[in-house]
């Protein structure tokens, strides 16, 4: 039973508009999440972070949102540009939760110029 | 900067043979980690290390084995390869002694093994 999911396997955007990329939770103990950015052929490279006494953490074009009630986050990328195609996995952790990071199984972006 | 360098990038073995998957990281991180990544499935955590010669068993340690006789090193070994092994194989370290609950992890490139 996946503790992290990402519903959605792919997304396509249009190059300038904004991307929404959802990702939810069912362990309570979750307290950090994370957004990891994966091209191919790469390890993937960390992209942002919040911690669970926050509702929203942003980063230039990119901006977490934490919704702890709902066991839900998401990210935005805004403009969306072609160079952020890409798998994007979203991860979770917890200190009561072992201190693992437990991945989702990742969307993949397709921006189009 | 991090550097998380996977000694093969492909490798096509046979079932039953012995495959060794080296890993080193050159930022003195205390903690590794390898994952194997299946579509639609994202990372599942095989085994991590906290230290010299401690190895501690993830969510999917079945058929895999684990080495590191030195802190730069961690090496993840499949005693006897099956198809099912097929995968990309991922190798990461943090800094963070308490786990990586800080966040970061720093990925190798990866490594895709094919089990014929």
């Known amino acids: 039973d996946q503790q992290v999911k990402q519903n959605s396997p792919s997304l396509s955007v249009q190059e300038g508009r904004i991307s929404i990329l959802n990702c939810d939770y069912t362990n309570s103990m979750f307290d950090y999440f994370l957004w990891y950015k994966k091209y191919p052929a790469e390890g993937p490279t960390f992209l942002i972070s919040i911690s669970s006494i926050k509702d929203k953490n942003e980063d230039g074009r990119f901006t977490v949102f934490l919704n702890k009630s709902a066991k839900h986050l998401s990210l935005h990328i805004v403009p969306s540009q072609p160079g952020d195609s890409a798998v994007y996995f979203c991860?979770?952790?917890?200190?009561?939760?072992?201190?693992?990071?437990?991945f989702g199984g990742g969307t993949r972006l397709m921006v189009k110029p | 900067d991090v550097k998380v360098t996977q000694s093969s990038r492909y490798l096509v073995k046979r079932t039953g043979e012995k495959v060794f998957l080296e890993c080193v990281q050159d930022?003195?991180?205390?903690?590794m980690f390898w994952y194997r990544q299946d579509p639609g499935l994202g990372l599942r955590l095989i085994y991590f290390s906290y230290d010299v010669k401690m190895k501690e068993k993830g969510d999917i340690p079945e058929g895999y084995s684990v080495s590191r006789e030195k802190k730069e090193r961690f090496s993840l070994i499949l005693e006897s390869a099956s198809t099912n092994q097929t995968s990309m194989y991922l190798c990461?370290?943090?800094?963070?002694?308490?786990?990586?609950?800080?966040?970061?992890?720093?990925f190798g490139e990866g490594s895709r093994l094919t089990v014929l």
């Open positions: 991860a979770a952790s917890g200190e009561n939760a072992g201190n693992m990071l437990t």
């Open positions: 990461a370290s943090s800094l963070d002694p308490s786990g990586p609950n800080t966040g970061e992890l720093f």
């Open positions: 930022m003195d991180h205390e903690n």
